[in-house]
């Protein structure tokens, strides 16, 4: 099932942290293009979040003998094809990237909305841990894969051939997910006439109110908002920050030591939560990463550096893992694709807004400096500390214990 978690994230973390500030350099003044890319990156991401919750919400209400979230992951996938890769195939120009970026958040979201509620359709209260770790490993093995890759194509001069190869993995994920879920996604046996208009009046408005799965919301944007910090920024802080001179390799190499680490951390944190709670893991990764970042600021060794986003990354796995199982057992089955599309919301949110900010940080001396990637890490850090202090007070284990899920 989390199959398609792979393809999507794949084509995230490749576009969002490998492609899209060199490509905006090309047709961009270097000077403008960090702040160019934080736009880009917060107005696109903005409209998959309201696509993504518009999926979500059209899938609870799906009558279709396909199930009801099939429909979506097939559209968004087999549709993202062609608009990721058109980047890859036409003239490049400003208009044609903000064309496949905006595209691509659609196309992504579109199936993303639709596969997020299988967490609560599919899968045991008891197994949720477990499954959320596993969505979290594919979620970081796509992004090593990407790192692979497409810092590869991208180093030798084939950043169209990456783009179109994107599109091809997205398209294929969304085809094995719905192969694998055909026997569990099952459509309600009568459902009233439900359409596009009364899903935007819904949008914000949900009939069962759980309002401590709004916090937890709230607790992973800002954790995510420290996730996210140096997504679209990381080859200039390999570029300015630790004076790399070959920046893609050092890139690639941190990457892949980070996502395989986190990976681990996913699963094993994801499975642990199972058995022995939830909200406690969740404390200890985002206050850790919290630690964790600080530390990275004060670090101009790239060896140094190296061991310090390792630690980090261990305790990143409870935000990848246990959040989104925290938050499906939560959310009101009958509700599940508009719940979990607000689970959703605040990761991609968090990427919107952390755009803009790091971008204009790094934007406020014209080009990026040592000093602005310092303050962009202390910055993320705190954001980690602010999503570890909700869950401590707003997300009290009393609440949690007296929900079934």
């Given amino acids: 099932m989390p199959v398609l978690i792979?393809?999507?994230?794949?084509?995230?973390?490749?576009?969002?942290?490998?492609?899209?500030?060199?490509?905006?350099?090309?047709?961009?003044?270097?000077e403008r293009a960090s702040l160019t890319v934080g736009v880009i990156g917060f107005l696109a991401t903005l409209v998959g979040l309201s696509v993504s919750i518009l999926s979500g919400i059209l899938s609870d209400?799906?009558?279709?003998?396909?199930?009801r979230r099939t429909p979506g992951i097939l559209l968004g996938a087999l549709l993202g094809l062609p608009v990721i890769a058109s980047a890859g195939v036409l003239r490049l120009s400003l208009p044609i990237i903000c064309l496949s970026y905006v595209g691509m958040q659609i196309c992504t979201n579109i199936a993303n909305g639709a596969w997020w509620p299988l967490l609560?359709?599919?899968?045991?209260?008891?197994?949720?841990?477990?499954?959320?770790?596993?969505?979290?490993?594919?979620?970081?093995?796509?992004?090593?894969?990407?790192?692979?890759?497409?810092?590869?194509?991208?180093?030798?001069?084939?950043?169209?051939?990456?783009?179109?190869?994107?599109?091809?993995v997205f398209a294929l994920s969304g085809v094995v997910c719905a192969l694998a879920i055909r026997n569990y996604d099952n459509a309600p046996a009568a459902v009233g006439r439900f359409g596009?208009?009364?899903?935007?009046?819904d949008i914000f408005?949900?009939?069962?109110?759980?309002?401590?799965?709004?916090?937890?919301?709230?607790?992973?944007?800002?954790?995510?908002?420290?996730?996210?910090?140096?997504?679209?920024?990381?080859?200039?802080?390999?570029?300015?920050?630790?004076?790399?001179p070959n920046p893609d390799a050092g890139l690639r190499t941190m990457g892949i030591i980070q996502l395989t680490i986190t990976m681990v951390s996913a699963v094993a944190c994801?499975?642990?939560?199972?058995?022995?709670?939830?909200?406690?893991?969740?404390?200890?990764?985002?206050?850790?990463?919290?630690?964790?970042?600080?530390?990275?600021?004060?670090?101009?060794?790239?060896?140094?550096?190296?061991?310090?986003?390792?630690?980090?990354?261990?305790?990143?796995?409870?935000?990848?893992?246990?959040i989104p199982a925290l938050a499906s057992g939560l959310a009101p089955s009958d509700e599940a694709g508009q719940y979990m599309a607000y689970a959703n919301v605040a990761t991609g949110l968090s990427g919107a807004v952390s755009s803009l900010l790091f971008g204009a940080i790094l934007n406020l001396?014209?080009?990026?400096?040592?000093?602005?990637?310092?303050?962009?890490?202390?910055?993320?850090?705190?954001?980690f500390a602010v999503g570890g202090g909700v869950i401590a007070v707003r997300v009290p284990q009393a609440e949690l214990e007296r929900r079934p899920g």
């Fill in 6 to 30: 792979l393809g999507a994230n794949f084509v995230w973390v490749s576009y969002n942290t490998i492609l899209l500030l060199p490509l905006v350099q090309r047709v961009v003044p270097l």
């Fill in 61 to 67: 209400h799906s009558s279709s003998r396909l199930g």
């Fill in 120 to 168: 609560v359709d599919a899968v045991p209260d008891n197994q949720r841990g477990l499954a959320s770790g596993l969505q979290g490993f594919y979620t970081l093995l796509a992004a090593a894969i990407g790192f692979l890759a497409v810092t590869y194509l991208n180093e030798t001069g084939r950043p169209g051939l990456a783009l179109i190869t994107m599109g091809v």
């Fill in 196 to 201: 596009l208009r009364q899903a935007f009046g």
């Fill in 205 to 244: 408005r949900v009939r069962t109110v759980v309002a401590v799965f709004f916090w937890v919301v709230l607790a992973s944007f800002w954790a995510h908002m420290g996730v996210n910090s140096m997504q679209y920024f990381a080859r200039d802080f390999m570029r300015v920050y630790l004076a790399l």
């Fill in 270 to 322: 994801g499975l642990l939560s199972d058995r022995i709670g939830r909200r406690r893991i969740i404390l200890l990764g985002v206050f850790g990463s919290a630690a964790g970042t600080l530390a990275m600021a004060l670090s101009r060794s790239y060896a140094a550096f190296l061991v310090l986003s390792a630690l980090r990354s261990a305790a990143t796995g409870p935000i990848f893992a246990v």
């Fill in 365 to 383: 001396q014209g080009e990026a400096t040592p000093a602005s990637f310092v303050t962009l890490l202390v910055v993320a850090a705190a954001f």
